[in-house]
């Protein structure tokens, strides 16, 4: 982004992006219990941001940890919910993601016991290795999204394990602890804001539903 100030606190349609993620879930359903992991070193960035916009959605901010696995495990030690009920987890710079993509996520889960979200690859791909690169089918590959959903009892589990540089994602962590994860359809619109071209794509499509509506 070119910017010291993080991803998630620049300014979309006058907000900040973090905080029209969580409107989002709050929409979805507002009896959500929503849980902020943030570096310790954003947290007072955050609370001086919440009182700025007046922001009063409720939410627990809690301490990440030193990679997304362990910011992961750091909410879920907070949860006091039932075993049988659904976590989602979210990326916080994904915030055009619709309100029916969350309770699909939700549904799917709570019915198969998890739901990552994917859309296809519309690039052609290919494989470079030490002897040249290849083609490889598009076919069978899909671009993985948040949130990802999965019931309270699994995840826990699963995130009970020794951290490994593979996890790359819930689903990846779930997976090696032997949970079979079902995929849902995901969404073009529900990217990751990461440079300021997508920063300028959200405020354009944001714009456009805005005056849809």
């Known amino acids: ?3 010291a100030l993080p991803k998630q606190f620049m300014l979309l349609l006058g907000r900040p992006v973090l905080m029209h993620t969580i ?3 709050h929409n979805a359903d507002p009896e959500f ?3 902020l992991v ?3 070193s954003h947290q007072q960035t955050w609370k001086d941001l919440v009182s700025e916009h007046e922001f009063h959605i409720p939410h627990l901010v809690v301490t990440g940890g030193e990679t997304r696995f362990h910011s992961v495990k750091n909410g879920l030690d907070t949860l006091t919910a039932s075993d049988d009920s659904i976590v989602a987890v979210h990326d916080g710079v994904r915030p055009m993601l619709s309100t029916e ?3 699909q996520c939700f549904s799917v889960a709570q019915a198969s016991g998890s739901a990552v979200p994917v859309i296809p690859l519309t690039d052609s791909i290919r494989q470079v290795n030490h002897a040249g690169n290849t083609a490889l089918s598009r076919e069978n590959l899909k671009l993985v999204q948040t949130p990802q959903c999965f019931r309270t009892a699994d995840i826990k589990t699963a995130f ?3 951290y490994s540089p593979g996890f790359t994602d ?3 962590v779930l997976e090696a602890s032997g949970f079979v994860i079902s995929l849902t359809e995901g969404e073009q619109d529900n990217f990751k804001i990461t440079t300021q071209k997508d920063l300028w794509l959200a ?3 944001m714009s456009m539903r805005s005056s849809y509506k």
Do not use: D, K, R, Y
């Open 1 to 3: 982004m070119n910017s």
């Open 23 to 25: 409107i989002q879930f």
């Open 33 to 35: 219990n929503i849980i």
């Open 38 to 40: 943030l570096p310790l």
């Open 101 to 103: 993509l969350i309770l």
């Open 160 to 162: 009970s394990t020794a």
């Open 170 to 172: 819930c689903a990846s």
């Open 203 to 205: 405020e354009h499509l």
